[in-house]
């Protein structure tokens, strides 16, 4: 059964005003991965995007493959973040929050961990024009046995217009 990982990203950005663009690497095909691992770094890093952006930006999702890894970023257009990109993924930090923005600091922390889990990394910068971030997940094409945690396929697809990461159960 298809699980359309994206999809409920775009219904969210577009009901509290935000364009979502997707930008997929063809090249991609299916991967061997924890597709689980993958929609909690993906949902952390879209909510993350539309929690600390304004309402009418965009926030752009871009996958790429570089030799035996994958890319997934989130890119945004809000305030991005002051403090050196290593403490955003500390349990509990919050750079220069809000107090109107909900959360607790543990959701890149938990996301990270489980990336490692599978031989993935997860960071983030300032985009250079000085306008949001990117925070970025990258990951093997193939689950190393020593990292296997009972994997299940990941597709990365693009139509014309309508793109999104299928997951194959």
């Known amino acids: 059964r298809d699980n359309f990982l994206l999809e409920d990203y775009r219904i969210d950005c577009y009901g509290k005003g935000f364009s979502l663009k997707f930008i997929m690497d063809n090249s991609i095909g299916t991967v061997s991965i924890d597709k689980r691992i993958i929609e909690t770094g993906l949902s952390n890093m879209v909510n993350n995007a539309i929690k600390y952006s304004q309402s009418g930006t965009t926030i752009t999702v871009l996958t790429e493959k570089s030799g035996d ?94 793109s999104r990461i299928e997951g194959m159960a």
Not at 102 to 127: C, E, T
């Open 69 to 162: 890894k994958i890319r997934v970023s989130v890119k945004d257009q809000g305030r991005g973040f002051s403090c050196d990109p290593e403490d955003l993924f500390k349990r509990y930090y919050r750079d220069n929050v809000d107090s109107s923005i909900p959360g607790y600091g543990l959701g890149l922390p938990y996301a990270r961990l489980q990336l490692s889990l599978i031989g993935g990394v997860m960071s983030a910068f300032n985009n250079v024009d000085g306008v949001g971030s990117t925070f970025y997940m990258e990951f093997p094409t193939v689950a190393d046995k020593k990292y296997n945690t009972g994997t299940s396929a990941v597709q990365a697809s693009s139509q014309t217009d309508n």
